[in-house]
């Protein structure tokens, strides 16, 4: 699915398959043709609009997110997480304890939603921002398809993660940074 992941199997099997026989194949996304979607208006209204798309599960560090904006200093920040698991609960009871008596961050859970409602919303909502905080990943198909409607990305550089965020189309933080560094990459 990307180049690191295929670089990371050749050093797991150390010899034991010919390179010429894996092909990498990427994946894409679903929904509008990119020239019908209309790219985001910016901090619209001065809000900091930010949209995350996972699983709530350890591998994907949910609470990294609630840590940084529990930090945040900035313009007021309205944080929407689509999906759900079996953290949901500690992590919406976290960010209770860490942000409801923060003015400047509103928190919205719109827990798990079927692909073509995540599309949807992508296309619809203008969000400025999709944060990505896992520990491990392949390529994203949540930020591909946040991607494909003009959302910036600020994610961890971790497996194929890097072949989708260049520069130009967000940043990428350095994991072992934790919240300070999502806090850094958010300050962008």
């Known amino acids: 699915i990307s180049k690191r992941a295929m670089e990371q199997y050749m050093s797991y099997m150390q010899g ?10 990427t994946f ?19 809000v900091l609009r930010i949209v995350s798309c996972s699983r709530v599960a350890p591998i994907k560090q949910i609470e990294v997110m609630i840590r940084a904006l529990a930090q945040w200093e900035g ?10 698991g079996e953290l949901l609960a500690d992590m ?12 400047n961050v509103v928190v919205r859970w719109m827990g798990g939603l079927p692909a073509e409602e995540v ?28 991607m494909r409607c003009g959302t910036l990305i600020i994610a961890p550089d971790v497996g ?8 130009d189309v967000g940043w990428l933080y350095d994991p072992s940074q934790g919240a300070e560094g999502v806090v850094e990459a958010l300050k962008k």
């Open 75 to 84: 313009m007021p920040v309205h944080w929407t997480h689509i999906g759900d």
């Open 160 to 167: 194929g993660i890097p072949e989708l965020v260049t520069p």
């Open 28 to 46: 894409g996304s679903a929904g509008k043709a990119l020239e019908q979607i209309q790219p985001p208006p910016r901090l619209q209204d001065g």
């Open 92 to 103: 919406q009871k976290l960010a209770e304890e860490l942000l409801d008596l923060k003015e």
């Open 119 to 146: 599309v949807a919303l992508y296309e619809n909502q203008a969000f400025d921002v999709i944060l990505n905080t896992s520990r491990m990943e392949g390529v994203p198909v949540s930020i591909m398809e946040a």
């Open 16 to 25: 034991r398959v010919e390179e010429s026989k894996l092909h990498i194949h």
